[in-house]
């Protein structure tokens, strides 16, 4: 199916989720996850209306910014080793994955101006997800008011790949509570008012739970 109908396919199924939770489906923003396509495919999604497009490795980002441009807004949505912060910094309007200081003071001392980091919270535990744990995002978000381009717009987790609803729902609903928290925190460098979280077998939960990015690959661009 082409990138388009699953688009449409997708929309439609973001506003049944926003209806049962009296959400405005505008609140979402769908990042198409490119990493595994090819750059035509990543060009017929953009075609397609999607505005944003996330890529998890430099060469990857790098390659697909090369031919499509800043024309789309690209997120970076991989783990993101400090030594190749300068090769994405001026190409990415959003990284989903800060999650420790080094990181932090590379991308500070990179960045022309202010860029929009969510936190990564290893919400779920696992040793094969990053992240750092719940019990630790206050005191690192605090710990960022050093580093005055880093603004903090919310917190991304990535929820198991597993079915059990229970599970992601309860993933999701602790990333929310630590968000909120942090917001009423009122730091002008951290707002954290939004939530990476849901992918191609979640989103809709995720938004359900709060989430306003989700990062959709497979059932959007394809293998």
């Known amino acids: 199916m082409e990138v388009r109908k699953k688009y449409e396919l997708i929309k439609t199924s ?3 989720a926003c209806r049962n939770v009296n959400r405005n489906p505008e609140e979402v923003t769908v990042i198409a996850v490119t990493k595994y396509v090819s750059i ?5 999604a953009v075609e397609a209306g999607i505005i944003h497009l ?7 980002l790098t390659t697909k910014w090369n031919s499509l441009g800043d024309g789309p807004v690209w997120h970076f949505i991989g783990t993101l080793q400090s030594r190749k912060v300068k090769n994405i910094i001026d190409k990415v309007s959003y990284i989903h994955s800060l999650d420790r200081l080094s990181l932090a003071k590379e991308i500070n001392k990179r960045a022309k101006a202010p860029i929009k980091c969510f936190v990564q919270v290893n919400v779920s535990g696992e040793s094969s997800k990053h992240g750092i ?6 005191e690192f978000i605090k710990n960022l008011k050093n580093y005055p381009n880093i603004q903090v717009i919310g917190l991304m987790t990535m929820a198991p790949h597993i079915d059990n609803e ?3 729902r309860d993933c999701f609903r602790r990333l929310k509570s630590i968000q909120t928290e ?6 002008d460098y951290a707002p954290c008012t939004e939530l990476s979280m849901g992918m191609s077998n979640d989103y809709q ?3 359900e739970e709060g989430a306003t990015f989700v990062r959709i690959g497979t059932a959007l661009v394809g293998e």
């Open 14 to 16: 973001i506003e049944e």
């Open 40 to 44: 035509d495919r990543a060009k017929e």
């Open 54 to 60: 996330g890529e998890n490795r430099d060469e990857g």
């Open 133 to 138: 744990e719940p019990e630790e995002v206050i």
């Open 166 to 168: 229970t599970i992601l």
């Open 182 to 187: 942090v917001a009423n925190m009122k730091l």
């Open 205 to 207: 939960i995720a938004i």
